[in-house]
């Protein structure tokens, strides 16, 4: 669970760190991601289309279809694909949800939180696809790790 990023966001991000592993920047299938990630598929169809609007991912037609980056993953940032999902006010919030929060009607953790989204942005502005894409065959094992466990206990429970 995220308590700063939308549903919506964290599968965008998942998704694209995931096409940023593709040897030679091939597209991969709408549902093989979905699969891999365990990712709802009708879900990461709708992220996929806001980030292809946003160039971040193209959608190539055909038999050899599929997504891929629309640059190089030296090019996009973390913060490229939240503004896209999330837009620009992703930050902006009370951490803990009081309206009209801000530097002249202060909650109590808000020079805390203030201090903390800067040191967010600085990274999201800072962080390539790149960057990030190593150690993630790791993070990619351990969710089909659980999906299969999931599995079997389905297969156990009779479902």
């Not at 990630?37 to 996929?48: G, S, T």
């Not at 891929?68 to 694909?81: C, F, T």
């Amino acid at each position: 669970m995220s308590i700063i990023f939308s549903k919506s966001c964290e599968y965008g991000l998942q998704a694209v760190l995931y096409l940023s592993q593709r040897p030679n920047e091939s597209p991969a299938l709408l549902r093989d991601i979905a699969q891999d990630l365990n990712i709802p598929y009708h879900f990461l169809n709708k992220v996929l289309q806001t980030l292809t609007r946003d160039n971040i991912v193209v959608s190539h037609k055909g038999s050899n279809g599929g997504f891929a980056l629309a640059r190089s993953p030296k090019e996009i940032y973390l913060l490229d694909i939240v503004r896209a999902v999330d837009g620009d006010s992703f930050l902006n919030g009370c951490v803990v949800g009081f309206p009209g929060c801000g530097d002249e009607n202060p909650c109590p953790v808000h020079p805390q939180w203030k201090k903390a989204k800067k040191m967010i942005l600085t990274m999201l502005q800072k962080k390539t696809l790149a960057e990030l894409g190593k150690g993630l065959d790791l993070k990619l094992d351990y969710i089909h790790s659980l999906r299969r466990e999931t599995l079997a206990g389905s297969a156990r429970n009779g479902k």
